[in-house]
């Protein structure tokens, strides 16, 4: 087991630096069926890219944006910013062209790097200030002008990068409809990514299986920023992560370390475990009985393990609130698991818990050098967490109003989530507060909580919670497929509660509608407490629209009574 590194100073540079060092020869990122780039070579092509930087007039604290899916010449071209003094703008590949163009314009870039795949996005895009455009996959211009007379690729400048320098300002739909830009420091990044050593050790004999976009802070810190410390080797898919192209990959690669978001798995555990033993009644109270459910869970971890590739140790689960049953289904697994909470304002890493740290419900311990108390709690201990540390973002550009919003005068960060600590200082999370439904007798309703019970419902893919005219609703996408292959126990059911109009599961509107409203509706309210009862279910067509960590941008479905969006940051 390799020692902790700390690098002097913290900053993205020096990490890069140390490795390139200490790893020159060690493969650094790669596609998974490409060559990879060694720690020597990642070095030599960042300096050839900002030079082409360089050579555009590019000057220290300038903004250069990113747009474009995972791959190794992202790293490229983040580092090749990021290390040489100038401000990278990571931009998410699902943004819109508008959203595009907003961050384009308020960060002020001057130069974009674009993958071919998304060129598309920003043909016509209104953005004075951009200057020029280089495609990402082979660095060549695709607008702009090179001055062919510079004596910068000759004799490139050497920019002093130090620990308060602002490294990135990272735009984040989230799930609001107004996006701001989080100023993160390069000892922000730095430290999240060193201290998640705490967590889980890692050498240069590890290897990383990376899925979510290198543009949004969970992934970048700790699945990029922190192997790259220990000289570990990261690789790529070049298409979306879908079980076609990941099951090869993870055969091939066979990593030891990776990280999701819990939409994966809980859909992993509902397709390969739950819908098996709903089939029938025999098996429901098979596996309804703890001891055979273990039984079970242990098995199937064993083999849910060798899917992966057989030799993972750390399988970090964050973005989003994990849902239980599927966190005791990895408990009774032993699959190697381990839980983060965060946000994009503090880069992202709060607390966290490692393989043999985790306890059902919780998020884990604070992060080392990382101060965590909860504001105003009531008698349950309930309240806002608020946050202190070098991890805690400088503010959001060009917007004081809305910083001032989330940081204390002394320091403190306001989550915006409602949590709670134990007598060991665990920490747990309930849910946004400004999701969070009042009662009609006062009590608080977390919306998230009711989503994780509907969603383990054989028919349901998903669902999204609300409050409208004083009643909760439920917005649920059911799944066809499984309807079908239960439409005679459906009928059966429908039958025996004597409801009429319900005669073929073909005729979508009406008949959905009179079974979900009669049955779905009962099973599920059987499953929550009196406050968090379903008034109405509404039926869509097609999956809610959500962020890159998979959390639904509820601001599209849920309004205030004025219809204006319901607004925080992620």
């Known amino acids: 087991m390799s020692k902790k590194i700390e690098p002097q100073p913290l900053t993205l540079k020096s990490i890069l630096e140390n490795s390139i060092r200490n790893f020159g020869d060690l493969p650094s990122v790669s596609y998974v069926d490409g060559k990879p780039y060694t720690y020597s070579e990642l070095g030599k092509k960042v300096n050839d890219t900002f030079n082409l930087l360089q050579s555009l007039g590019l000057k220290k604290g300038d903004k250069v944006a990113l747009l474009g899916q995972s791959m190794p010449n992202w790293v490229v071209a983040y580092f090749s910013v990021v290390s040489k003094g100038l401000v990278i703008v990571p931009v998410l590949p699902d943004f819109t062209p508008l959203e595009i163009e907003n961050v384009l ?141 990941l099951l090869p990959a993870l055969a091939k690669i066979r990593p030891t370390m990776m990280l999701s978001v819990p939409l994966i798995m809980e859909k992993l555990f509902q397709n390969q475990i739950l819908k098996k033993f709903s089939e029938n009644k025999f098996k429901e109270t098979i596996y309804n009985r703890p001891l055979l459910r273990k039984l079970i869970h242990r098995i199937a971890g064993k083999k849910l393990y060798q899917t992966f590739g057989g030799r993972l140790v750390f399988f970090g689960i964050g973005g989003a609130k994990l849902d239980a049953t599927v966190e005791r289904f990895l408990r009774e697994a032993n699959f190697p698991y381990a839980i983060g909470y965060g946000l994009t304002e503090s880069a992202p890493l709060l607390a966290g818990a490692g393989t043999k740290q985790t306890k059902l419900g919780s998020t884990g311990f604070a992060v080392q050098g990382v101060e965590l108390k909860i504001d105003k709690p009531d008698k349950k201990g309930l309240g806002e967490i608020w946050a202190k540390g070098p991890n805690v973002m400088l503010g959001y550009y060009k917007n004081p109003e809305a910083t001032a919003e989330v940081l204390t005068s002394d320091g403190w960060f306001r989550t915006g989530d409602y949590g709670y600590m134990d007598a060991h200082k665990r920490l747990y999370i309930k849910g946004r507060m400004k999701n969070t439904i009042i009662g009609a007798s006062g009590e608080n309703i977390y919306p998230e909580d009711i989503e994780s019970v509907i969603n383990n419902n054989q028919f349901v893919v998903e669902t999204l919670v609300f409050e409208e005219d004083g009643y909760l609703v439920a917005k649920i996408l059911l799944d066809l497929d499984e309807l079908e292959k239960n439409i005679e126990h459906i009928k059966s059911v429908i039958e025996e509660k004597k409801i009429k109009g319900l005669h073929t599961i073909h005729e979508l509107d009406d008949k959905y509608k009179v079974w979900s409203q009669h049955i779905l509706k009962k099973e599920i309210n059987n499953k929550l407490n009196r406050v968090s009862q379903i008034k109405r279910v509404d039926l869509i067509d097609k999956p809610l629209e959500k962020t890159a960590t998979h959390k639904i941008k509820r601001f599209l479905y849920t309004k205030h009574p004025a219809g204006e969006h319901k607004e925080h940051t992620d």
């Open 105 to 245: 314009v308020h960060s002020g870039a001057k130069v974009l790097f674009v993958s071919d795949k998304l060129i598309s996005r920003i043909e016509n895009l209104n953005t004075p200030e951009l200057e020029a455009v280089i495609l990402l996959n082979d660095f060549s211009m695709l607008r702009g002008n090179v001055d062919t007379n510079s004596q910068v690729n000759k004799n490139p400048v050497d920019i002093d990068v130090k620990e308060d320098d602002l490294a990135a300002i990272i735009y984040t739909s989230g799930t609001t409809g107004r996006s701001k830009g989080v100023m993160l420091t390069h000892k922000n990044i730095a430290f999240v990514a060193m201290q998640s050593y705490t967590f889980q050790p890692i050498t240069s004999d590890d290897v990383f299986l990376s899925l979510l976009p290198l543009s949004h802070t969970y992934e970048n810190s700790i699945g990029l920023i922190y192997p790259i410390i220990y000289g570990a080797s990261i690789y790529y898919l070049e298409k979306p992560p879908t079980a076609s192209a």
